[in-house]
């Protein structure tokens, strides 16, 4: 049984970066493919990024592409959200997840955090 827990979260103006922080425990960290998802005020949750169980392989949403880099240390079972150039569009609640399944052009996880809060002000 994976455990996610998500830091990092808070409230930043527009253009400023943050940096999300997810602390994996239990067994298979390392070979898990692992991503971020965010949900905003009354919307589905929807997809952000992926990074592959080695870190070469990473696929991003097209509305974070260029601003968001996802990395991972598996030594420290550790995935990591660097967001650059925050809009407020990007408010959202933001949720670690690991061991994700590809299904028809989506991403399925099998282990979720319980979530972050990302406020991004204009």
């Known amino acids: 049984q994976v455990q996610l827990i998500e830091s990092g979260g808070g409230l930043v103006q527009t253009g400023a970066p943050l940096r999300l922080s997810c602390a994996a425990s239990?067994?298979?960290?390392?070979?898990?493919?692992m991503g971020w998802f965010r949900q905003a005020p009354g919307k589905e949750r929807e997809f952000v990024a992926l990074?592959?169980?080695?870190?070469?392989?990473?696929y991003y949403a097209d509305s974070v592409k260029g601003r968001f880099i996802i990395s991972r240390d598996n030594a420290k079972n550790t995935v990591y959200l660097q967001m650059d150039s925050l809009k407020p569009d990007d408010t959202a609640i933001y949720y670690c997840?690991?061991?994700?399944?590809?299904?028809?052009?989506?991403?399925?996880?099998?282990?979720w955090g319980q979530g972050t809060q990302v406020t991004v002000s204009s």
């Open positions: 239990g067994p298979g960290f390392s070979t898990d493919t």
């Open positions: 990074i592959s169980r080695g870190g070469l392989s990473t």
């Open positions: 997840a690991a061991d994700l399944v590809s299904n028809g052009g989506r991403y399925y996880p099998n282990y």
